[in-house]
């Protein structure tokens, strides 16, 4: 997997301050796509053990709310192995942390279907993830007033409470622990 860029401080994508890796490799290709450049596979730098170790570091100070997912598309199947391990130190070094993702594909139709490689990375990733921002960016629905996302037809789902419920739990600000 490749990878397009790292942000060490960013507060665009989730709340607080976060770390976010663009990952390489989308096959949507949203129409207004903000970062069209990381469609392709090969973009940007190859990720290695390296690269992981120095977002692990990223993310420890205090301050750091955080690891958020973009793309390109985290969720394409060449993606998924590459996160996987990434997800799984989070969780287990700093499990107080938030994972954000987003992704094109849709919660149930795509992800919860295992339409996307082998269901049990899939299923994987989702039990690492706290929110998820699914759906294509829609330039017809494009409105930058929405928090965390670019069109209306996105939604913020906290993943946790939804797999409980066995139905979608849209993500609350009001109820994310201020730290």
């Not at 090969?42 to 301050?63: A, F, Q, R, V």
């Not at 149930?108 to 899939?122: F, H, K, M, Q």
Request: proline share 6%.
């Amino acid at each position: 997997m490749n990878y397009a860029t790292i942000k060490s401080y960013d507060v665009a994508n989730g709340p607080g301050v976060r770390v976010s890796l663009f990952v390489s490799g989308c096959t949507h290709h949203c129409k207004g796509c903000f970062n069209a450049e990381a469609w392709d596979f090969n973009y940007g730098s190859p990720y290695t053990t390296e690269i992981e170790d120095k977002i692990i570091e990223y993310l420890k100070p205090w301050y750091i709310r955080g690891l958020s997912l973009l793309g390109g598309e985290p969720f394409e199947p060449a993606n998924q192995t590459a996160l996987l391990p990434l997800l799984r130190r989070v969780r287990q070094t700093y499990p107080d942390k938030t994972i954000w993702c987003y992704t094109g594909y849709n919660y149930e139709t795509d992800l919860l279907a295992g339409r996307l490689g082998p269901w049990e990375i899939t299923q994987e990733m989702l039990s690492c993830i706290d929110v998820l921002v699914d759906g294509e960016f829609h330039i017809d629905e494009k409105d930058l007033s929405l928090r965390f996302k670019g069109s209306r037809n996105q939604r913020i789902i906290n993943v946790p409470a939804s797999a409980e419920a066995d139905s979608i739990v849209l993500w609350d600000p009001n109820t994310e622990a201020e730290n």
